[in-house]
């Protein structure tokens, strides 16, 4: 899209893009290109030579059972994140649309934990459940179960996907509240004299015309949990006990940093890069959808 | 409200309460422990506030931890601000202009510069950790501020919400602007920036909250403890060897990262919602 009417000028045009273009090249294309060519080559361990070997990398990667097994335990932490952020978004968001008094103040209760960090929301999580002085972890001992994530893989899963979606609740309740009150009054009166109880509007009428807000809820959720929530992780598990809490971003960095496997570690930052361009167009695609609505 | 059932506004009331609650818990915990002695939180929960308030956060904004390296948690929030604020600003000068160039102008490779810029939405810090650490290194800026501002202060989002608005803005401004014989810089300056006023201060809130917040850039950049920033600097405090684990000042330290990031919140919950929704469209 174009405006008709512009300004001409020969050099300040590319005068104003140029702060912008500069730090882009810089800081995104220079790197990632490194990344790519990166992944092509095998590095000795003292970083003097290093030898071209087309996708061997890749092959590797896909042939390792601990990446095969990251892959998998991603998939599980974003399902179990996504989903537990998304139904009690939209749960609390649905009840806040029925409420005459008070919404406004409910509404703005509910949305700081946005502005928590996802290391320090891993934090406070990890408080409540610290085995030795937690007061969840304590309850659940006094009802006579010993919670210890340091130990237990499964539990250590649970407290991270309890800490991502507590932070991403407030992001998911404010979009579906505003789809909801875009649905027509008059839609739910119609069905109300038809005798459609609260519970039979929400099926048949509310949550099918929410499906835009949801999907597109669904590709941002999806897109947290894959990459913003590499300090809860970090902070809280360190991708342990046994690699339980492994995601794929945190191998990336322990692969590089810790590992120095570069080879490996830009092989995992490639395929990351597939799935982050993957979900962003396919967010794109859905938009433009949406907007012939 | 379409039909009247008493039964049902309870139950409303009661889900959205109970939400809040849950919500709100880990926060209520956290102060709570905060505000105690260490001896207090050793094998026992403190379901009711200590007296130990102001000599704990006083303790962590003076001397920080001492068993985590002892940086004072105030050099912290400082380095903290330094890095949303230098984040804000400058993701915000830079896009509002080159959408300004993308938009109001017609020159060769305009479309070329556009889909560079569109990129680099497609690459978080994420997913290129250890070339972009490489390329900072080579540039000698691990330790400073501009390592720490500078990789992410490019931002497509930032500049497509500018070319969003800046397309709405009719041409006959422009026009009119041209007639009275306003240049670009000029027409730039005295219509299109006051005009933006609102976008602006609803992007500043987002990028706000969005450069306290960074965990994974400075873990990389900064080595020299005076350069640690809060968010980062909590996890340096979680994992103490030989040492009782102090809950009650890494406790006191995560209320004072919230702090700033959830005050912004809510002073500027309008200007906070229209950011959040207009960056994602």
């Known amino acids: 899209m174009q405006k008709r009417v512009t300004f001409r000028n020969l050099w300040l045009p590319y005068l104003l893009l140029a702060p912008q273009v500069i730090v882009t090249l810089i ?12 992944s092509l080559l095998v590095e000795d361990p003292f970083g003097l030579r290093s030898e071209f070997v087309w996708f061997q990398n890749f092959e590797e990667l896909f042939a390792d059972p601990l990446y095969l097994d990251s892959l998998l335990i991603t998939t599980v932490f974003s399902i179990s994140t996504t989903f537990l952020a998304l139904t009690s978004g939209l749960l609390l968001a649905v009840m806040a649309d029925r409420v005459v008094k008070g919404a406004a103040a409910y509404k703005g209760a509910l949305l700081w934990p946005y502005a928590v ?30 919670w210890n994530h340091v130990l237990n893989g499964g539990e250590a899963m649970l407290l991270v996907v309890l800490a991502a979606a ?91 940093f ?20 993957t979900l962003t167009v396919v967010q794109f695609r859905y938009l433009e959808r949406r907007v012939q609505y | 409200m379409i039909e009247n059932r008493p039964l049902l506004v309870y139950v409303t009331h009661g889900v959205l309460i109970l939400g809040l609650l849950v919500i709100s818990f880990p926060i209520y915990i956290a102060f709570v422990a905060s505000t105690h002695a ?3 939180l050793i094998a026992t929960v403190q379901p009711w506030f ?43 000068m830079i896009s509002i202009i080159s959408a300004y160039a993308i938009v109001f102008f017609r020159f060769p490779f305009r479309m070329f510069f556009f889909w560079i810029i569109f990129l680099t939405l497609m690459l978080p810090v994420e997913v290129r950790i250890l070339p972009t650490y490489k390329v900072v290194a080579d540039l000698g800026l691990l330790n400073t501020y501009a390592g720490l501002t500078l990789p992410l202060i490019a931002s497509a989002t930032a500049t497509f919400l500018f070319r969003q608005f800046f397309l709405t803005v009719p041409d006959e401004l422009v026009e009119a602007a041209r007639v009275d014989g306003a240049g670009p810089v000029r027409f730039f300056l005295t219509i299109l920036l006051p005009l933006s006023r ?47 684990p102090e809950w009650n000042l890494t406790m006191a330290t995560a209320m004072l990262a919230m702090l700033p990031p959830v005050v912004v919140v809510l002073v500027m919950q309008r200007q906070f919602v229209k950011g959040l929704v207009e960056t994602e469209k």
Request: aromatic share 14%.
């Open chain 1, 258 to 277: 810790i590992g120095l496997d570069l080879g490996g570690s830009a092989a995992q930052s490639v395929v990351l890069m597939a799935i982050v361009i």
């Open chain 2, 50 to 92: 200590g007296g130990q308030l102001i000599e704990n956060y006083l303790t962590v904004l003076r001397s920080g931890k001492q068993t985590a390296g002892g940086v004072p948690v105030s050099t912290m929030m400082f380095n903290s601000l330094i890095m949303a604020l230098g984040i804000t600003v400058g993701k915000i």
């Open chain 2, 38 to 40: 260490v001896e207090d």
């Open chain 1, 27 to 38: 800081f995104f294309i220079w790197p990632a290109s490194q990344a790519l060519f990166q």
């Open chain 1, 117 to 146: 960090a996802p290391a320090v929301a891993g934090v406070l999580w990890l408080f409540l459940f610290s085995p030795a002085n937690g007061i969840i972890a304590l309850t659940l001992k006094t009802m006579g179960y010993d």
């Open chain 2, 198 to 244: 609102t976008n602006i201060a609803a992007l500043s809130v987002i990028l706000f909250i969005y450069g306290w917040n960074q965990y994974l850039w400075p873990l990389l950049i900064t080595t020299d403890t005076d350069m640690t920033t809060i968010v980062m600097g909590i996890q340096r405090m979680l994992f103490v060897a030989d040492a009782v």
């Open chain 1, 166 to 256: 507590w932070k991403q609740i407030a992001y998911n309740f404010l979009f579906f509240l505003a789809g909801l009150q875009m649905i027509p009054k008059s839609l739910l009166e119609a069905a109300a004299i038809d005798g459609a109880g609260p519970g039979k509007r929400f099926w048949t009428i509310i949550f099918p015309l929410l499906s835009p807000t949801t999907f597109f809820l669904l590709v941002v959720n999806v897109v947290y949990a894959f990459f913003d929530t590499f300090g809860i992780i970090h902070a809280v598990t360190s991708g342990g006990p046994a690699g339980a809490t492994n995601i794929l971003v945190y191998k990336v960095y322990a692969d590089g």
